[in-house]
């Protein structure tokens, strides 16, 4: 034995119990990776939108949801907290629908997804509004009435609240 064996690390050997721990540690995290499985979902969205496959790009976008959903249930988010997750698929399902020139559809989504976002807005909030209320081309609708209604708007957002919004619209013409 050296004098400077003493500065040599030996590496402790992994016992049984310890690899088993690490083992379900490893099951229950890709059996609960919400957020992965929701990222995964999204990029899967994006190449089939980008294939102009817009059913199968649906069908991810609501595979996204489901995945935030269950990862905010799984974490104890609040309603705002898991609303405002849930909003955030809302402005590429409006893009699905603008690419399919539904822009009555479309700016369901995005004023959903800015309902969402009335407490923490963001600029791009008000910039989608304006080109997606703008694609509608309403005659007895302006966009700062629709704004303004939009920012009243302080309850917990549901999608069915953006819903009647765009459609007292589309009745006035």
Not at 29 to 44: I, P, R, S, T, V
Not at 78 to 101: P, Y
Not at 145 to 172: C, D, G, H, Y
Request: glycine content about 4%.
């Amino acid at each position: 034995m050296s004098f400077f064996s003493i500065f040599k690390t030996k590496k402790p050997k992994a016992d049984a119990e310890f690899k088993d721990y690490a083992r379900k540690v490893m099951e229950d995290f890709q059996k609960n990776d919400f957020l992965g499985k929701a990222a995964e979902a999204g990029h899967k969205a994006k190449a089939a939108v980008k294939s102009e496959k817009y059913d199968e790009a649906w069908g991810h976008y609501h595979d996204q949801k489901s995945f935030y959903m269950q990862h905010a249930n799984r974490t104890g988010f609040t309603a705002k907290q898991l609303l405002a997750l849930d909003a955030s698929v809302h402005e590429d399902m409006a893009n699905i629908l603008r690419l399919e020139n539904k822009h009555q559809d479309a700016l369901v989504h995005i004023v959903y997804w800015v309902l969402a976002g009335v407490d923490r807005p963001i600029k791009r909030h008000q910039q989608k509004l304006k080109s997606y209320f703008n694609r509608c081309k309403f005659k007895n609708t302006q966009l700062p009435v629709a704004e303004r209604l939009i920012a009243e708007n302080t309850q917990l957002p549901e999608f069915t609240l953006a819903k009647s919004m765009v459609s007292e619209w589309v009745s006035r013409g």
